[in-house]
């Protein structure tokens, strides 16, 4: 092993920039990309308020439990460590490698991939060209990251903070100036007599919500790199949910004001015809922009907090040593950094965005829930209590994984196929793991 392997990871972030990093990565994917299908799925706006509600309250109860498991072990890596700790080498490989071949690039492509439409309608570009500009913008955010968690997290303070300001002015310029028509809201409990059946359009809305708040359990990854993590991480968590649920509210109500869901064309550019509303022409490309530099923040973030699992895993001797390595000059683990930038430039090649989207989201989804009921299993293992406790425990972590044993079950009988797939890919890692990596485990 060479001399840079045994070079540690520099703590170097605090509050804000962590902060930023989960609401960042959180409103990027989701109000930008999804709210138009998910109203449409559910058809009333009353149902879609309840959905936002419940999702934002299962966000919270996970980010909750996260907090404490990160209080416990607080190092890089994020649920593989607990998984580990929990459950042993073999569990915490199989996420491991569900993160490196399915969440982690899933996730990241889906976004470039949403990105690029937004450039397309600024100009003109036909779906290889929009492909190319996804993948340019992946690699050059990769090498950024690559030159240092400081110059990253710097990034993501700014765009998030621009980004919130940008969905502020819209709230207030879309209600001020009285473009919209309150009875787009109208019936606001009943469905349209023309709307699907309820299970399908509870899963859209559900799928669609779930992928909106998606990021909050990444913020761990980078735990490693967090001053005093137990005090700071569960603050971050909780401000940001707390943060992103009220911004997510209140900005799908402005979007169904200003635009029917009947006119929207397309559900990944819906911000841009809310912009044309507001200022024309002019204002569509307007929005385009703050889109593609938002989701450009949200990449960054992804980017910097993913391939810290990979790090931590090759620090274990489950994967490939050269991943864990540390730049001696950067501080940064360069190596897992590429990876994720390398297959997720491959999946945007190879899929499209609602392809992408189908593919992760259900084994994540199974992962997380996992992850979650591992904390039963590490309260009976360590009668140590750490710094932070989850609230309300057991009723916490009970609620989270009811919520996902509900969300299992829309997932799955929306979209049987993308979610066999995913299982599928995923296990392969255990003959993987028993040919490979098990030897090194154990010794």
Not at 389 to 402: C, E, G, W
Request: aromatic share 12%.
């Amino acid at each position: 092993m060479s001399s840079m392997t045994s070079v540690n990871l520099r703590r170097q972030l605090g509050m804000w920039p962590i902060t930023a990093m989960v609401i960042n990565g959180m409103i990027a994917v989701g109000i930008f990309l999804v709210p138009a299908g998910m109203a449409k799925s559910v058809g009333s706006p009353l149902l879609l308020l309840i959905v936002w509600l419940m999702m934002a309250g299962m966000a919270l109860c996970g980010a909750l439990c996260f907090g404490e498991l990160a209080s416990r072990y607080p190092d890089a890596g994020g649920g593989y460590v607990y998984l580990r700790e929990a459950f042993g080498s073999q569990t915490a490989f199989l996420y491991g490698w569900m993160s490196l071949m399915v969440l982690d690039p899933g996730i990241t492509a889906t976004l470039a991939t949403g990105m690029a439409s937004y450039v397309g309608h600024v100009v003109p570009l036909d779906p290889t060209a929009m492909k190319l500009v996804a993948i340019s913008v992946l690699l050059f955010l990769t090498g950024i990251n690559i030159l240092g968690a400081r110059i990253g997290a710097s990034a993501i303070v700014f765009l998030t903070v621009f980004k919130i300001g940008v969905l502020t002015v819209i709230s207030i310029l879309g209600f001020g100036l009285g473009l919209g028509d309150w009875s787009n809201f109208s019936p606001f409990i009943e469905r349209p007599p023309d709307s699907g059946p309820l299970f399908g359009a509870l899963a859209g809305g559900i799928v669609g919500a779930f992928f909106a708040f998606a990021g909050w359990w990444d913020l761990n990854k980078v735990a490693g790199e967090i001053r005093n993590p137990a005090k700071i991480l569960p603050r971050a968590l909780l401000v940001a949910v707390g943060v992103v649920a009220l911004t997510y509210i209140s900005t799908s109500a402005v979007f169904m004001y200003l635009v029917p869901i009947s006119q929207v064309t397309s559900d990944e550019t819906f911000a841009a015809q809310v912009g044309e509303v507001l200022f024309g022409r002019s204002g569509g490309i307007i929005f385009s922009t703050v889109v593609i530099v938002s989701i450009i923040g949200s990449l960054t973030g992804l980017l910097m907090m993913a391939p810290r699992v990979y790090f931590a895993m090759a620090r274990d001797g489950i994967f490939l040593k050269f991943a864990g390595v540390v730049h001696p000059v950067f501080g940064t683990p360069y190596r897992a950094i590429a990876i994720q930038g390398s297959l997720a430039s491959l999946l945007v090649w190879l899929g499209t965005f609602s392809q992408i989207l189908d593919y992760f989201i259900f084994v994540a989804v199974l992962f997380i829930a996992l992850t979650v009921a591992g904390m039963f299993v590490i309260r009976k293992k360590q009668s140590e209590m750490p710094a932070y406790q989850t609230p309300f425990y057991p009723v916490t972590p009970v609620v989270f994984l009811m919520l996902t044993v509900v969300l299992l079950f829309l997932l799955f009988g929306n979209s049987p196929f993308q979610a066999l797939l995913g299982v599928g890919v995923t296990a392969l890692g255990i003959p993987v793991y028993h040919l490979v990596f098990r030897k090194q485990t154990r010794q």
